[in-house]
């Protein structure tokens, strides 16, 4: 079956950068967009960006321009987020998300993110 | 990319129809038929419950159905249950191929 494991919880200061890692498994790797969602506590989803099959293209939100990075790891069948600058604003459950199409099916469990000093 | 527009709550009795409406532009909502749906326990990921305006995947209750007029799409739940207590979130591919969630809807059963 399909299944997304992320990697654990962080805790990082104002400035610094964090990656999240995701595990694909069950399905195809190269044959699907990934996409990355994230949930600030009581908030909203808030879709980040998609990177391509076979790792060719990424489309970010204009809102993360220049500061989120998607890149993936096809032997390893492993997507990666990483998001610089961060500040008390991003602390947020962050997900990864298999897009067939238009849509999301398969989520990871999400991986929680705290900025604070 | 504004978010969506949702009414932020909306609740029935066991039994009952409820729809949820999903508000947006001639750019993303009214642009596409690429409307979708989730829903969302308390810490839970969400769950994709409608795609591409009115699909539904396997599983996935037929109580569950989805429509599109003009720029708002909506979903409605049929005979609602207790279980479908929990937040749905619409999203739209949009014209700058991007996607854009909606602000979320808490469905409460009375």
């Known amino acids: 079956q399909v299944q997304l494991v992320q990697s654990g919880a962080e805790v990082k200061r104002p400035g610094a950068s964090v990656k999240v890692s995701c595990k694909a498994s069950?399905?195809?790797?190269?044959?699907?967009?990934m996409h990355w969602v994230r949930q600030a506590p009581g908030q909203r989803l808030e879709w980040m960006g998609w990177i391509s099959a076979g790792n060719v293209n990424t489309k970010y939100s204009q809102k993360f321009q220049g500061r989120v990075t998607l890149t993936s790891d096809t032997s390893a069948s492993t997507l990666y987020m990483e998001l610089s600058s961060l500040r008390s604003e991003d602390t947020a459950v962050y997900y990864c998300v298999r897009g067939p199409g238009t849509y999301f099916d398969y989520w990871g469990q999400g991986t929680l993110v705290t900025v604070s000093s | 990319q504004s978010a969506l527009t949702q009414p932020a709550s909306v609740s029935g009795s066991p039994g009952q129809s409820i729809t949820i409406s999903c508000t947006g532009t001639s750019s993303d909502v009214g642009g596409y038929n690429y409307v979708s749906w989730y829903q969302q326990h308390p810490g839970k990921a969400p769950k994709y419950m409608i795609y591409e305006v009115s699909n539904r995947p396997s599983g996935v209750s037929n109580r569950f159905s989805g429509s599109k007029s003009g720029n708002t799409a909506s979903l409605t739940i049929s005979g609602l249950q207790a279980e479908d207590e929990a937040d749905y979130y619409c999203s739209s591919y949009t014209s700058s191929s991007t996607y854009v969630f909606g602000i979320g809807t808490k469905v409460t059963v009375l």
């Open positions: 069950g399905y195809s790797f190269s044959s699907y967009t």
